[in-house]
Nanobody
Framework: QVQLVESGGGLVQAGDSLRLSCAAL????????MAWFRQAPGKERDFVAA????????RYADSVKGRFTISRDFAKNTVYLQMNSLKPEDTAVYYC??????????????????WGQGTQVTVSS
């Protein structure tokens, strides 16, 4: 497993942007597919975006397509989630996750063995 540390959350207004970061410590970062999930109070943890270990493949939830962008910097062992045009319904705790299964763009939480501690994103209307 790989240790993940998220940062970049905060309180913003609707329409604003935020960039979340997830630093991977320990194992070889380049061999892991990376993803972001989010969990609102009282709801399940939902898939947001994923990027394969090859970097050439990304996947997004329909609710964030066109607004969020996932990327990774191998030199910094970090994956990012750029969030634009934020909406109140984007409010949640955002979690970073890593997997070494397949090409690494699964949408189910069970596909990921390593998780960060989460970072809160709050979007006010």
């Amino acid at each position: 497993q790989v240790q993940l540390v998220e940062s970049g959350g905060g309180l913003v207004q609707a329409g604003d942007s935020l960039r979340l970061s997830c630093a991977a410590l320990g194992r070889t970062f380049s061999s892991y597919g990376m993803a972001w999930f989010r969990q609102a109070p009282g709801k399940e943890r939902d898939f947001v975006a994923a990027i394969s270990w090859t970097v050439s493949i990304t996947r997004y939830a329909d609710s964030v397509k066109g607004r969020f962008t996932i990327s990774r910097d191998f030199a910094k062992n970090t994956v990012y989630l750029q969030m634009n045009s934020l909406k109140p319904e984007d409010t949640a705790v955002y979690y970073c996750a890593a997997t070494n299964m397949g090409i690494g763009i699964g949408t189910e939480t069970t596909a990921y063995a390593s998780w960060g501690q989460g970072t809160q994103v709050t979007v006010s209307s």
